[in-house]
C-alpha cells in the first residue's frame, strides 16, 4: 500500500485496521452538507462498508473531495477483479485561518489566462481560497476597462524590457528588443472569476494605486504630475516616482475604472495597493500642493491617504472591504481596511495594534520572488533566500501578540512578483513545491517534522504534475 500523503495535512486523521474493498471509491462515497459542523468543517469517515464526506458547506465540502481523491490514493489492488481496498480512515478537519491565499503579478510579465486557470487549480489542490490578482503595475496593465481603451491599447505593451538583475540606483540598462505585453478582456477575467469560484476561490482584484501606476500615465498623461510629458510603459523594475496627480479628475478617472473592476469581480475584498508611492512630484506640483493646503496636511505624503479614501468610496457603495499593503497604516487608510503586512511580521504587528484585520503576507518568509538555492545555480532572481524548510517553518501569527490582537489575523498569504519570471515555466519553478509548504501553515496543519512533510510531498508532486505546472524538484 501506498502511505497516506495529504497535503496539506489535515487536523485530525486517524487509520484504522480493515480495507474497504470497492470498484469504485470515488463514486460509491456518499456525500452530505449536514447542519451539526460548521460552515468551515468537514469529516471523512471510511469504514468496512463505504465511505462518507460531510460538511458545514458547500465549500467544506469541496476541501473534503480534495481530501478525500488524496486519500484514496493509497488504496491497493485486491485478488477481486477491478476491486481496489481503501484503508480505514477518519479525518476531521477545518482550517486554521480564512483568507489563505497567493498573489500572482501579471503585471510585471502577462500570464495567459490558461496557465492562471491552472494555478486555480493548484490552489484548490492546496485548499486554498484566494487568488489576489496583481492586475496594474508601472510595467503593464492587465485589465480591459471600456471607458477608457487606451489603458490596455497603450498601456499593456511595453516596448523592451531590461535584462538581467538591476542593483539599486542604477540608471543604465540593456534591453532585449522585444515587445512584451496583452492584457485580459472582461469576459476573459469573467471566465477565471467562474473557475475559480467552482472550486472555492475568491479572485482578490487589485489595482495598485497612487503609486505603480506608470502604464496608466503612459496611456493617459493627464493623469500624472507632469502632463505635458510623455511617458513610456516602464521596461525596467523599481519604484517608479511618476504615480498619479491628485487632482479630481483623477479621483474621477479611478472612480470610474474601479466601477468597472467592481463589475468583473464579485469579491467582498478589493485591494487598491498602496505600496511604495514616492511623493516627491506632489512635492514639487503647485496643484498637489494647493490641495495639501487645502487639506491642511503637513507633507505630501498624506496625500496618498485622502486619495485612496476618496476613490474607496467605490467600494463603499457596493458594500466591498478595501485591503492595501501596509504602507496603508501609515497614510490616514480606512478603519476597516484590511491591511497585507509585507515588508515584514512587525509591520502585521503595527496593523493590528491600529485595530485592522491583517493578513501576513512577509516577505522574509513568503516571497516566492525569492531564491530558494544557491543563486550561482538558480535561475535568476530578485534576492535574498527563502528556502523550502524555511516556508515550512513559517510562523503566521507573532508569539508577542496579545490573544484580541491574534483575532485580528485573518490569514496569509505567498506573493509571486514576476519581474524574473518570464511566463508560466518560471512561475511554476518559483511557486512549487514552496506553495505546498506554505498551505500547511496557512491550513493550520500540524508541524510534526520537515522530514515528514518531505515524505508526504514527494509523492504529492505526482498531483502537481498531473495539473501541469512546473515545480522545482526536491533537492536529492
Ligand atoms: C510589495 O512588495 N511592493 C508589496
Redesign the pocket.
Known sequence: MSDIAIVPAPRELTVDEGRWITADPLGEAVRDVVENLEPNEYRIDVGLDGARLTAGSEDALRHAETTYAQLIEAAEPTDEFGKVAVPLARIADAPRFAWRGMMLDVARHFMPKDFVLKVIDVLALHRLNVLHFHLTDDQGWRVEIEAYPRLTEVGAWRAETMVGKMTRGQKEFEYDGQRHGGFYTKDDLREIVAYAADRGITVVPEIDLPG?MQAAIAAYPELGNHPDQQLTVRQYWG?SEDVLNVNDATVEFVKTVLREVLDIFPSPYVHL?G??CPSVQWGESEAAQKRQAELGLDEPGQLQGWFTAQVAEVLAEQGRRLVG???MVDTDCPDDAVI?A??SAERGEIAVKAGHETVM?P?ESV?FDYYQGDPATEPLAIGNFIPLEKVYDFEVVPESLTDDEKRLIVGTQC?I?TEYMEGPEQVGYMLLPRLSAFAERAWGSEKVSYDEFLGRLRPHLARIERIGVNYRPLDS
Open positions: 505603480h519604484i495597493g505600496d511604495e499593503w501596509d504602507e497585507m509585507w515588508r503576507a516577505c516571497y506573493q512578483w
